[in-house]
């Protein structure tokens, strides 16, 4: 018992530690790096952190260049979902840029993948309603299996 | 045109008529969903590729056989097909296949009738679903289990089109489900051989598979077990050529005997979801219906191609979504493909005719039948897996170093069954 | 580090010393370049994988070789190798090639030199860049046509280091350019064979291009001509396997004479630039330099991986950035490719193993010399085509469905070979 108890202890200490030293960073990122623009929807917002320069190219290049911005795809419907996905985001984000390990080339998580395909359906519910009308819910099509470059191409 | 487009966005469909589970016809389907109807309709057009697609040869009517148009003959394109399968039904009808339109009366008409077949035929050239489950009263494997022994002409009285929506389709639902008991069992086997136990396909398959799998349950390859007929597709032991040989090689099966040669042979038939499925295309995800019936746009909607056909009519819609290249790059890529698999094919061709020709003139000079037994092995072998991808239909293209890699087997199979006839010309080998 | 990144970004690098064209000391030209300077030093590292990269073997240095590691021996791996190139340098050591940093001890200390070579062999292992400027004179044609025949120890003096910066980069631009004579007149030829006349690489080249090109200096097959031992690529009539046969064969060229059957015989050489150009990748414009040499982020720049090596230890890199799969897929994908093409390297290889005895044993039986001369040039053809993919060093990876291909033709010629030794058992053949 007591060595469960004490080893618990430990692991909290030491997350709490960590969740310091990363808000720290967080901090420090959120300022230096122009961070304040991340709760904008210009694009720009998201290329102050240089490494996310090569999206925003591929975008720039995109079909979706004129109709969507990167929050249109990344975050969405609605504003507490969009601000706890940014702010969840925004969190890894600064946490990764300073700490510089993060993989290269970036890779969209799950959780966000399906943040963005909810995203397509949020627009073009109109002309997929046939093919997803009779679709049971939590096995549907993923689009950018066909539509891999609408949002960045690269 | 915006008014009508938000018109048609709030009714994907007109509910015009009620679907059950016993609506057969096409054409009733047809009026709630008039664009897949239309595209199932046009899969009577024939427009030849450069290896695939069909040909429509006009042709005289006669009592026999009333159809007026045929595809091509593949026996008259190339005469080693005949040798091949000499002795068996193949080498007295085989021709180019075409759209599934046709499907029910190029099988019935079919001079391979010449020897006798059974009603287990139907399951693929038909649309069973219907006489399945009232054959077997409600039980579509019983009703299947009923029709495969019967006669085919007495079992051809039970059906009346070529593939329709019931086959694919949910009626309430429109969701897709697999209806052909063989492909149940047949995938059942598959996964357990891979250690997945009790797959039920329509409870398990996600709707991308499905997109594979109903048309699997007849583009593989299948034979008749036992005096049931029963049709099996011989995946117990895996799908790849050496596993489905081994099969029957455990089971002792034969298609036929080889009439120039004795040999126990067999005959490959069209296993594109096999080969499809050692490609990179299966591996990335893509199914069957992604290439034979891509999305088109329609008005506000997006409806699946019921058009079913070969890819290359109609590149724009079935690759370019995913390739961003050219029309006609697209379409060179896939003939630098299959022209490796059609020189292969060639080579592999010419070099079991040279087996043939040997065991031929072995048996007639005499040699000895452990020799002779020896070619033979190797005749049945070199036949499966050249056949493996001459019956695969899209030469070499759903897996293109698979098909090399079975021909090349296939290459080395027969001319070792060559050397099997000839010895050395010396006594004492060396080394 | 976000004070650091913002630094980095307005300077992408730092002129510390002034680089000229004759700068040969990478050491030097890393002062400027850091980044690339330490990748290039990391060429040193040997780590396997199923069928490359190499493993570090300890050995204990003596007179004639001081090395302390090696690559592993290919010939003690697969001792079959032994007896296709019996009476060829290559049976006495062969081993599995290392990274940049060891090409020059490698090529100096190899076994093959108990058969005397010349100068020519350097432009592949050394920075000839200069030593070709100085030889001829700030010409650096007329440098390389002196070296090439001169005796190996006496041509080794005349070079310093391994392949190093200057051999691929302009020194004041930075820009790549070709510096070996052989590829400039061999992708001439090549051109030329496909209507471009008068190509001229460094004006021609795209940049994309130039990213393979620097590469197929040297991973290329080749010959030595005449008595001047002019490094040649034989491509002037295609660099595929059968015009580069074609093109051997219609200048009467051997390698060697076969120890076992004295035939003229091939041995094909590292052709990963021919292979790749048959692949869907060179197809889509991917560079060797993409796979091998990825862009890496370092700070706020992108700079190419100058640890060039296996793209499998690097697969996020190399691969990931166009291939959105996960990484034990992607390795997967390879490994299904490789241990295809294994597979059939290994029948290929059984099949040239049988024709070589056959052959000693039809010579000595004292069997016509037609016959042994048709089993000779089917020898020569299906130890080319098989040496071909074995040589290359990406097991069919770079193209996979072409080197099935080869193989299955290597295969067809070597058992035709044994066929031509072997008559029937009859006498009056039927068909
Ligand atoms: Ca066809
Ligand atoms: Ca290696």
């Known amino acids: ?154 | 045109n915006i008014m009508e487009h938000k018109q048609e966005a709030k009714n994907p469909f007109f509910r015009v008529v009620d679907l059950t589970d016993d609506t057969e016809d096409p054409a009733v389907w047809g009026k709630n969903f008039p664009v897949q109807y239309d595209g199932y309709m046009r899969t009577v057009d024939q427009v030849r590729t450069r290896y695939g697609g069909s040909e429509a040869l006009p042709r005289t009517p006669d009592d026999a056989d009333p159809r007026s148009i045929v595809a091509q003959s593949r026996l008259e394109e190339d005469p080693r097909l005949k040798r091949m399968w000499a002795g068996y039904a193949f080498s007295i009808d085989f021709r180019e296949e075409r759209g599934h339109a046709f499907m029910l009366e190029d099988q019935t008409f079919t001079a391979r009738h010449q020897k006798p077949q059974p009603g287990a035929c139907l399951n693929c050239h038909a649309s069973t679903y219907l006489a399945h489950k009232r054959a077997g009263d409600g039980d579509i494997v019983k009703g299947f289990e009923k029709i495969n022994p019967l006669p085919y002409a007495e079992a051809r009285q039970l059906v009346n089109h070529p593939i329709t929506c019931i086959d694919c389709h949910d009626a309430t639902s429109m969701q897709l489900r697999i209806t052909r008991p063989a492909f149940m069992e047949g995938i059942r086997a598959l996964k357990a051989s891979q250690g997945i136990s009790n797959y039920d396909v329509n409870r398990d398959a996600t709707r991308q598979e499905m997109r594979s799998y109903v048309c699997a349950q007849c583009h593989v390859e299948y034979y008749f077990k036992g005096e049931e007929k029963r049709l099996v597709f011989p995946w117990s032991k895996g799908s790849k050529v050496e596993n489905i040989l081994a099969y029957y090689d455990e089971i002792q099966h034969k298609d036929w005997e080889h009439a120039d040669t004795g040999a126990p042979v067999l005959k490959a038939q069209h296993p594109e979801f096999e080969m499809w499925s050692q490609g990179i295309h299966a591996r990335s995800g893509v199914a069957c219906a992604d290439c034979h019936m891509p999305y088109q746009r329609v008005g506000a909607h997006k409806v699946s191609d019921h058009h079913v056909r070969s890819p290359l009519l109609n590149i724009n819609k079935a690759c370019q979504t995913c390739h961003n290249w050219p029309e006609e790059e697209l379409r060179e890529r896939v003939y630098t493909i299959q022209s490796r698999t059609f020189e292969l094919r060639n080579l592999a061709m010419d070099a079991l005719m040279d087996l043939i020709s040997d065991i031929q003139a072995a048996r007639a000079a005499g040699a000895s039948s452990n020799s002779i037994a020896a070619a033979q092995d190797f005749q049945r072998k070199a036949q499966f897996y050249l056949d493996f991808v001459e019956a695969e239909n899209s030469t070499g293209f759903h897996a293109p170093q698979e098909a090399a890699r079975i021909l090349a087997q296939s290459i080395d199979f027969a001319r070792k069954g060559q050397n099997a006839l000839r010895p050395r010309t010396e006594t004492a080998s060396r080394n």
Request: proline share 3%; glycine share 10%; hydrophobic share 30%.
């Open chain 1, 1 to 154: 018992m007591g060595a469960v108890v004490k080893r618990s202890t430990i692991a909290g200490v030491v997350l709490g530690a960590s969740m310091g030293l990363a808000l720290g960073v967080g901090a420090y990122t959120f300022i230096y790096a122009k961070g304040a623009s991340y709760f904008t929807d210009d694009p720009k917002a998201c290329t102050n952190c240089h490494v996310m320069q090569e999206q925003y190219d591929g975008w720039i290049k995109s079909s979706h260049r004129s109709v969507a911005t990167c929050n249109d795809c990344h975050t969405p419907a609605g504003f507490i979902g969009k601000y706890t996905t940014k702010a969840q985001n925004g969190f890894w984000h600064s946490f990764y840029f300073t700490v510089g390990n993060y993989p290269d080339p970036i890779q969209i998580t799950k959780r966000n993948r399906r943040v963005t395909e909810d995203a397509c359906r949020k627009c073009h519910a109109d002309i997929v309603e046939t093919i997803e009308g009779h679709d049971p819910e939590g096995n549907r099509t993923s689009c950018t299996r066909c539509h891999r470059n609408v949002g960045h191409l690269h």
